[in-house]
């Protein structure tokens, strides 16, 4: 069999083919009388065979991506599956002249592959949501967002950074032991309610949650973020932390329940402030001189009969926003310089006129004292109890005062008072 056809460029019967741009046209008809002869025609594989091989795909992309979890095989292989499988069934078609449908498998396995990416990704934000909650139970949740945020695994290490230190306990808290000694649960149960009570109040004033000791908060105002009103943001957290106790002794004043008091203790530093522990382990706080004077006012507290007591550099910082009076100077256990030491008492402005009287009164007392006056300062002290009877630093005062009033004129005098715990 012949076909007769023209091939020079003039005779205009030129054709494209999917081999090539340009051929002359009696070349198709020639190629159509070979595959007759040959039965060599390219056959479209049942349709059942195609949808197969999609859903293979599709599940196998699903697969792949769901197992492999990696971001470079979400991107790359819808990429690689579109255009590897048209190379594959060309070539099936080339060697083997059976026609396999290739879009849809293609877009199956890639559309299975971009679900599976997205739900790579709901799944991953799920969970690190969940950590994130989990984690915020057993640390700071302001810290376990600075490290997902950060992107990295924290190691040890930190830096030097000024901030002011927490430190609260209960009074008397062996007297809810006592009491609840036989049933552990209730003791739990209330120490709960107050550790829970009171790290609100820390949250709601930017405040970190560095540990509970016990019955024991301690907290950083400055870290882990950096907050330069870190000292007023204390004495906030402080005092609204006393307005708490208060509510709670009334609670457990109509429950029957032992009265509850806390003390605290605030000190502002430069401290050095980070992971600290053991490779395997560590945990996020702060070191130095200033964390233990903090820790050391807080049981100071108990010689002086206050609440809330502060360092000095505490008090510089937040004296433009509170009321505070000067307690005495003292000398901490294991310290042999003096520091000045301060009650905060209220919020500034938020004094009453009878508060106001009560602090001038002590302040011409303490300062009677120091000038080795032991009389005047009894006289000022005198003028505090009765406009506040039972008031803890005038008591105090004035106990010091009678040792003052026994000393010989010309023995040796340092208004400071050394503490031992």
Not at 23 to 32: H, N
Not at 238 to 265: C, H, N, S
Request: net charge neutral; proline share 5%.
């Amino acid at each position: 069999m012949v076909v007769v056809g023209g091939t020079s460029l003039g005779v205009g019967d030129q054709k494209a083919t999917p081999f090539q741009p340009l051929v002359p046209g009696v070349v198709k008809q020639a190629t159509e009388v070979e595959a007759l002869l040959t039965d060599g025609f390219i056959r479209e594989v049942p349709f059942p065979v195609s949808f197969a091989v999609a859903l293979l795909l599709a599940v196998f992309s699903a697969l792949l991506v769901t197992v492999a979890g990696r971001t470079w095989v979400e991107v790359l292989w819808p990429v690689a599956l579109f255009a590897g499988f048209h190379l594959l069934t060309g070539a099936l078609g080339v060697y083997t002249r059976w026609h396999l449908l290739s879009v849809y498998p293609a877009l199956a396995g890639t559309l299975a592959a971009l679900g599976a990416t997205a739900l790579n990704h709901l799944l991953a934000n799920r969970q690190a949501r969940l950590a994130e909650d989990i984690l915020g139970r057993y640390m700071e949740p302001q810290l376990v967002k600075l490290m997902v945020a950060q992107g990295k695994v924290p190691t040890l290490g930190g830096e030097n950074r000024e901030l002011t230190a927490f430190f609260s306990d209960i009074r008397g808290f062996s007297t809810f032991t006592e009491r609840w000694r036989d049933d552990p649960q209730k003791l739990v149960k209330f120490l709960n309610q107050y550790l829970t009570r009171v790290t609100t109040v820390l949250f709601a004033h930017q405040g970190c949650v560095d540990k509970y000791i016990g019955d024991a908060v301690v907290g950083l105002f400055g870290a882990p973020f950096p907050d330069p009103a870190h000292a007023r943001h204390a004495c906030e957290a402080a005092l609204a932390a006393k307005a708490e106790v208060e509510k709670m002794r009334e609670e457990f004043r109509a429950q029957g329940l032992p009265d509850v008091y806390t003390r605290i203790g605030l000190n502002s530093d430069v401290m050095f402030v980070g992971n600290f522990g053991s490779e395997q382990v560590f945990d996020y706080t702060a070191m130095g001189d200033g964390m233990n004077l903090a820790a050391r006012l807080e049981g100071a507290n108990k010689a002086f009969g206050t609440v809330v007591m502060l360092g000095e550099k505490t008090y510089r910082l937040a004296q433009d926003f509170i009321e505070a009076r000067e307690l005495d100077r003292v000398r901490v256990a294991g310290k042999a310089q003096p520091v000045a030491v301060y009650e905060l008492v209220a919020l500034k402005g938020q004094l009453t006129e009878a508060q106001r009287q009560v602090l001038a009164a002590y302040a011409e007392g303490l300062a009677a004292y120091r000038a080795r006056d032991a009389a005047g300062a009894r006289a000022a002290l005198d003028r505090v109890l009765a406009a506040s009877p039972g008031d803890g630093p005038a008591l105090a005062l004035k106990e010091r005062c009678e040792r003052l009033a026994q000393l010989p004129p010309d023995a040796p005098f340092e208004a400071v008072s050394n503490l031992e715990k």
